[in-house]
């Protein structure tokens, strides 16, 4: 066994250059795990939050919504100074929200 281990580190030149690997070869899996990164998670949220935040800029007055707490009202005002939007949820029953907690704007 020994003779066999001796054979091998004889074998072995420790003056022979060793061949560089391409720097390219070496940062490919990086790349592509970062491509694969940005088309299934960056770039839908991106998406996302450009559609919600065009959603939110258009509210109106009587527009109905639902908040993401799953309050459902209707708009009876916005006020820009605060960014909040006051619901009536139901007759004389009002709250104040933050623009950004609505969720969505329910279609008639």
Do not use: C
């Not at 998670?41 to 908040?67: A, F, T």
Request: positive net charge; without cysteine; glycine residues 8%.
């Amino acid at each position: 066994m020994t003779a066999l281990l001796h054979a091998l580190i004889a074998f072995q030149d420790p003056g022979a250059a060793q061949p560089q690997a391409n720097p390219l070869i070496l940062a490919l899996p990086w790349i592509a795990i970062f491509v694969i990164f940005y088309f299934l998670l960056i770039r839908p949220q991106s998406k996302r939050q450009k559609e919600h935040q065009k959603m939110v800029g258009g509210l109106q007055k009587g527009d109905r919504v639902v908040s993401a707490g799953g309050i459902h009202g209707t708009v009876q005002g916005i006020d820009e100074e605060h960014d909040t939007v006051t619901l009536e949820i139901a007759d004389k029953i009002r709250i104040r929200i933050s623009r950004g907690s609505v969720a969505r704007v329910m279609k008639d």
